[in-house]
């Protein structure tokens, strides 16, 4: 098996001029180096004095010895002045953030031990207040060439123009328009930050703050149509009298399977919801859990009907043979009440029927983050989205955010405030 030939990398004669003269690190191995500055040494001044880079090396270091000389020089000028005036010396021990940004300019000059001595500072404490430097024009109030990770202002305006700003948009939750920016997978983000940037544009004074942290639900499904829930719910018309909103749902994509208005409280009226379900989504030849709470609209018809079909089970929430309780589907009724419905008025129980039927249209086709940016109609059907993808994108957009943020030039160096009373003070 043939070996594969190494190739040697051949270094410039200024290369190794510069390196013993110490004006920059070589990247060669040490054994190099060693002849360079030791065997090799004088044949290779001999060779850069006919070709003239003697001068320019020597002239390059004493250069570099004046600008090391009037720095470390200007910094003692600087604490000695400090430390003459208490006010300065208070002022500059509560802003000592800020001297990070000028010690950054300055350690490619001087090294950085020599730096923060000057300071009193060591390593550790240079690196707290790094993660801590300020700037005024960062969304974060960090300073992106220091905290890479951020998002810079450009994603906070490209999302402000696409989500924020939308007429389409307007009603809806923060945790809605998060499960938007999942599907279209235009801006990668996470949940945390983008409250963030919506708190700091003031939208969540703008909508209605619902955002909470996910909970994982007790009881947990896994296909749909596994368990079907059912509950209701009482709406008050504006001529005063009661109706009552019947829901059908499924546990596992929350897509409401029908939907019933009604002035009765009986028990034919659940009956008749669940069977508009079962016709409307083919449950007749499925093996499902029927889930309901222990109230009277889920007995008599309800049981007698259950009785003669051999493909369901009837589960009674928060019992011995069911220990979960309701709540899925109670969560889907305040939620279609508060988002849907919107505390409108309606006349008659057609109107509200109308109402009720385009709202149930409107959430079957919202997208949530529960649901990964999908919509319960697409989880109903199989279309879930493939979150394995988005992880791999996430990633990349990160580390290119970061790559960004490094070579970022807000074009506005950071102006140290300790400076100006120590001007006012001269």
Same mark, same amino acid.
């Given at each position: 098996?043939?070996?594969? %030939?190494?190739? @040697?990398?051949? @270094? ?9 003269? +110490? ?27 006919? %070709? ?17 000389? *009037? ?8 604490? &000695? ?64 060439? *220091? ?15 696409? @989500?924020? +700003?939308? =007429?389409?948009?307007? +009603? ?11 599907? %279209?997978?235009?801006?990668?983000? &996470? ?34 149509? %596994?368990?079907?829930?059912?509950? $209701?719910?009482? @709406? ?27 002035? &009765? ?6 009956? *008749? ?51 979960? *309780? ?10 279609? $009440?508060? =988002? ?37 109609? =697409?989880?109903?059907?199989?279309? =879930? ?10 990633? +990349? ?30």
């Amino acid at each position: 098996m043939k070996t594969k %030939e190494r190739v @040697y990398r051949t @270094y410039t004669l200024s290369e190794k001029i510069n390196h013993i003269k +110490d004006l920059e690190k070589s990247n060669a191995p040490r054994s190099t180096i060693h002849h360079w500055c030791n065997g090799n040494k004088e044949m290779l001044l001999e060779q850069a004095e006919r %070709e003239g880079l003697l001068e320019k090396a020597e002239y390059s270091k004493q250069l570099l010895l004046h600008s090391y000389n *009037s720095i470390m020089h200007t910094l003692e000028f600087f604490m &000695s002045t400090v430390n003459k005036s208490k006010s300065l010396k208070k002022y500059y021990k509560n802003n000592r953030v800020e001297l990070v940004v000028m010690i950054d300019k300055l350690k490619k000059l001087v090294a950085l031990d020599e730096l923060l001595s000057c300071f009193n500072m060591n390593r550790k404490t240079y690196t707290s207040l790094k993660n801590r430097m300020a700037c005024s024009l960062s969304p974060s109030k960090n300073c992106l060439n *220091s905290v890479t990770n951020q998002i810079h202002n450009d994603l906070i305006l490209e999302m402000k123009t696409l @989500y924020f +700003d939308k =007429e389409k948009y307007v +009603d809806f939750s923060l945790s809605d328009l998060f499960a938007v920016v999942l599907h %279209e997978r235009r801006v990668f983000i &996470s949940q945390t930050k983008f409250r963030e940037i919506a708190i700091a544009l003031g939208e969540d004074t703008k909508r209605k703050r619902i955002f909470k942290a996910l909970k994982s639900a007790g009881l947990k499904s896994f296909i749909p149509n %596994e368990y079907i829930q059912a509950d $209701k719910t009482c @709406y008050k018309l504006s001529n005063g009298m009661k109706a009552w909103i019947y829901l059908v749902c499924d546990h596992y994509s929350r897509r409401i399977l029908a939907a019933h208005v009604s002035f &009765s409280n009986k028990s034919i009226e659940s009956l *008749s919801t669940f069977k508009m379900a079962i016709n409307d989504n083919g449950l007749d030849a499925i093996d499902f859990k029927y889930m309901t709470d222990a109230g009277s609209e889920n007995k008599g018809k309800v049981r007698e009907f259950i009785a003669t079909q051999k493909n369901i089970k009837h589960l009674i929430a928060q019992t011995e043979a069911m220990t979960f *309780s309701n709540s899925m589907i109670e969560s889907i009724i305040k939620y279609f $009440k508060r =988002e849907i419905l919107k505390r409108k008025s309606f006349k008659s129980i057609e109107e509200l029927m109308v109402a009720v039927i385009e709202g149930v249209e409107v959430y079957n086709n919202r997208r949530r983050v529960f649901l990964n940016g999908a919509t319960p109609n =697409e989880i109903y059907t199989g279309n =879930e989205p493939d979150m394995d993808e988005y992880t791999i994108q996430y990633k +990349d957009s990160m580390q290119k955010r970061m790559q960004t943020n490094k070579e970022y030039n807000c074009m506005k160096p950071c102006q140290i405030p300790i400076l100006k009373p120590i001007l006012e003070f001269g």
